[in-house]
DNA sequence: AGTAAAACCGAACGGTCGTGCTACTAGAAC
DNA sequence: GTTCTAGTAGCACGACCGTTCGGTTTTACT
């Protein structure tokens, strides 16, 4: 890895971190500079624009993700154990991984929830892709007779999904000291409903 | 109602729908001035700073929310009733008022979720306001005998705004055609598991 | 109709924004 | 040891930011 990959990477940790607390678009370019010690210029000597900048945030961001939740999950044996290690795994990375601002994914979705542009592109993607993951350890889940034959993936995938939406709003907003008991409690029930009897 | 008011409360309208698009932080003076013909300093002079326009921002949603959200639903029978009709206005609001960016009160509390000061403090009030109106309807439900007695509202409105939380994102950012179906279905599911067999 | 107050405007302030351009510097290749 | 190149800095640009101030217009009341 060069100087210039590495200077770039590191420059793209702090900027998830930053995102994270101001959003894609409050992230200035001045500012980032000054924390990352380089200068506006030699900074951006980087990135083609800031939408780019922009892009490889998120593209940072999902490598990350990745490696502390999506993989190791795939560790925990196949069907409900898997699915229930996800969504632990989730839990953590929004709670604490982003010590700052909360899950830069959720603070990304609604701030270009109708931006157009290669970053909402590039994030609806990932998303989906992330949803279909979780679908995809439910598909085994029902595979290895853990779950119902008629259970939704997709559908289970969108509640787990809503489940976190709400805990980020409830520990991070509201500061609700319960958020996280009543998230694993939601999120039984919904593997109640889903489980073969 | 006095001209100044009444330009005030036009203005307010307008805020709400600029800063639903591109968040309270994202939406400058200027821009506003111009979309309500007004000079800059002229809608300035309404208000004491930056940070009060973005309270009386929300305060102004609020009012609206309330319009056509909660004090319409309270014509519903009490019960689950009125818990259904609660939802589905709570769906509507999100989707369709919000032509443009969608919620505001989503919008802010990502935005704010760790932005000390007034704004954040106002939103974090009214959004557990509304969490406790949403469980205050669950409580009559039960005491309807229309849900069992163990079910916890809060618990409840919690898993409400979940799926209220995960349809805005589905709808907005997904553009999933689905998303309303699967947030009925998740109510349903909800609903179920609360009701008195 | 006259007047005091309220509402509004224009211009300007110091800053910061994203983005170019040019020049210097370090290390790799020959 | 010279040449080449990638990396970084300095500086400047036009635009827009939130905010202030002095003056002008419009409203409301007697």
Redesign the pocket.
Known sequence: M???????TAVLDRAVELASAVGL?G???????GET?????????????????QVRILERAAERFAAVVSKPALAARRGEPRVRELFERWMRWGLEVSKPGGCIFVAASVELDDRPGPARDRLAQLQGEWLDFVAGAVRIAKDEGHFRPEVDPQQFAFETYGIALMTHLAFRLLRDGDAVRRARLAFERLLESARAS
């Open positions: 060069g100087k210039g990959e590495q200077t770039r678009e992230l200035s370019i001045g500012r980032l500079a010690r380089l200068s506006k210029s030699g900074l951006f000597a980087h990135f083609e624009s800031k939408e780019d900048l």
